[in-house]
Structures are given as structure tokens and as C-alpha cells.
């Protein structure tokens, strides 16, 4: 198993314009996630998915867009890039047990600078 | 919804000795409590989970606590090593999403 694959890794976008961040994943999990991490920062929920075709806002979702059209992958879409999005995106996987909680999987992270 | 607060957010301890960190949760329905490990350009990795079924977990050198009472819960590494150096993160969840503290910066000095 591959995990979670997350493309690209890095990534430098002028002001304004539009990119998607690939994510991947060969475990058969239901939940799919992603967050941002600012520089010396925590993990910020951008956006979440419970299963194909289901998606709902995190903390933090504003200037962002997801979609889930398969179990396996999780596009994250930025529209029109500012510099307040400069972060590190990691996607993550889940297999969600509601009696117990739910193990989260990282991806290795999609670096993006925005100038 | 949830929200998760972590302390301290820096911590320096000295090799050999037990570092904590703690965390409170606010959504008492809350009932899945990880705990990351994150090297500098590196992803987190889970290094502990404690459900709420269970008060305490030990794993070699490393225990969490839960009181869900009080809606904290509790890392504590005993015998901390140089390699121990690293951002720890915890996190709650209630089923659909995790929520992340804001991290503790631990340095282990030889």
C-alpha cells in the first residue's frame, strides 16, 4: 500500500491564479481530510469528506473547494490564490469506527508558496 | 464545535527526565484523543491514541491519561531521549473530524 499520496509536493503560484492539489489514497477508507499548517503553526481543518459525494466544511474552508467523486481521491481546489493561503496542505485518510474513533493517515504534504 | 488547547507550547527538559503536555476539549461528546509527533518538514505520526472507553494507555515510554470529567487529557514521556526533539500534537474527535491542538515544541537537551 502506497498510503496516502498527495501531488504536487512543492509548488510557487502567482496572485490570482488557480491550482488543484491531487490526493490519493489506496487504503479503502470512508474519511478523507485536509488541512493546512502555516509556518510554527497547527493543523487547520480545511475541508472533510465522510464518503464518495459527501463533503462538509472545516475550520478554516474560505477561498477553498473539494470533491469527492470516488472512495480513493480528494482534489483540493484553490481558487484564485492569495498570499495568506502560503502553507503546507497535507491530506489525510481515515477508516472511521463510530464506537471508537477513527485513526488518521497523513500524506507527506504539498508545500505551496503564493507571491 | 470542537475546540482544543494545548500547554505549554514550549517545553525543555533534560535528557533522562519525564516531559507532559496537556490538553483540554470542549465537546464532551467528544470520544477519540491522538497524539502526533511531527519532525521539522515532516508529516505528523501517530504516536498514541486513548479512546473513551479507556483512562490511561502506556506504550514503552510513552502514557496518555483521559479525564473526561474535566475534558483533559495528558502525554507524559518518561526517559526522554534526544530523538524525543520534535512537535507534539493532540487532537479530539467526535466521529466526522479531528480537531488539533496547537502544538508543543519539544526540545530534549543531552
Known amino acids: 500500500n502506497a498510503g496516502v499520496t498527495q501531488t504536487p509536493k512543492f509548488r510557487i503560484l502567482k496572485i490570482g491564479q488557480s491550482m488543484t492539489l491531487q490526493c490519493a489514497q489506496d487504503?479503502?477508507?470512508?474519511?478523507m481530510y485536509w488541512y493546512r499548517q502555516d509556518p510554527g503553526m497547527g493543523l487547520k481543518l480545511i475541508y472533510y469528506?465522510?464518503?464518495?459525494?459527501?463533503?462538509d466544511k472545516g475550520e478554516v474552508p474560505n477561498g477553498y473547494n473539494v470533491s469527492r467523486s470516488t472512495t480513493e481521491d480528494f482534489p483540493l481546489r484553490l481558487e484564485l490564490a492569495a498570499p495568506s493561503q502560503t502553507s503546507v496542505y497535507f491530506c489525510a485518510s481515515s477508516y472511521s469506527d463510530s464506537e471508537l474513533g477513527n485513526t488518521i493517515y497523513f500524506g507527506e504534504g504539498s508545500w505551496l508558496t503564493v507571491v | 464545535g470542537e475546540n482544543v488547547e494545548q500547554h505549554p507550547s514550549t517545553l525543555s527538559v533534560q535528557e533522562g527526565d519525564s516531559a507532559v503536555i496537556k490538553c483540554t476539549y470542549s465537546d464532551s461528546a467528544s470520544n477519540y484523543f491522538p497524539w502526533y509527533k511531527q519532525e521539522l518538514g515532516k508529516r505528523p505520526q501517530l504516536i498514541i491514541d486513548i479512546r473513551s472507553n479507556v483512562g490511561e494507555k502506556k506504550d514503552q515510554r510513552i502514557a496518555v491519561t483521559l479525564n473526561k470529567t474535566a475534558k483533559h487529557f495528558s502525554l507524559h514521556i518518561t526517559e526522554t531521549q534526544p530523538e524525543d526533539s520534535a512537535v507534539y500534537f493532540c487532537?479530539?474527535?467526535?466521529?466526522?473530524?479531528?480537531?488539533f491542538g496547537t502544538g508543543t515544541r519539544l526540545q530534549v537537551f543531552p
Open positions: 469528506s465522510v464518503g464518495a459525494g459527501i463533503t
Open positions: 487532537a479530539a474527535s467526535n466521529t466526522d473530524k479531528l480537531i
Open positions: 487504503m479503502n477508507h470512508n474519511y
